[in-house]
């Protein structure tokens, strides 16, 4: 049995990184999910800039089945007509680029960030608070 290929942005991941609400949902299902290059320097950035043990925590990921996909020249393009409807929600270009590799894989994409949940759009996005 295939199993179902979903998305984690950054804000997920770091929730089931930091044992915040939600993580939990993303921890259960990591062996599921793939993550932009982008999304992955943003996390990267982010334990970096928080002081954790990254390469710890990088080969703990990758053990649990975690991939890091490319983000292709298509996504770009799709990321950047995202531009104009998320926009006034304050989607920043990784958010962008999240949904982008969602709508190229034809999956769901997994976030914290409560400001999905106004997009007008086909998005299959699943919050976990």
């Known amino acids: 049995m295939k199993k179902e290929k ?4 950054a804000s997920a991941l770091l929730a089931a990184i930091h044992n915040e609400k939600g993580g939990e949902y993303v921890k259960q ?13 943003e996390v990267l950035q ?3 800039r928080s002081g954790s043990q990254v390469s710890k925590i990088e080969a703990s990921l990758k053990a649990l089945g975690l991939r890091i996909v490319d983000f292709t020249e298509e996504e770009a393009a799709l990321a950047a007509s995202l531009w104009p409807s998320c926009k006034s929600l304050g989607l920043s ?4 680029a999240c949904l982008a590799t969602g709508a190229h894989l034809k999956t769901k994409v997994i976030t914290a960030d409560q400001a999905w949940k106004k997009l007008e ?3 299959q996005v699943h919050l976990i608070r």
């Open 121 to 123: 759009s086909d998005a």
């Open 46 to 48: 982010k334990l970096e």
């Open 93 to 96: 270009l990784a958010d962008r």
């Open 29 to 41: 299902h990591v062996d599921r999910c793939v993550i932009s290059a982008v999304n992955w320097s």
């Open 6 to 9: 979903w998305v984690v942005d």
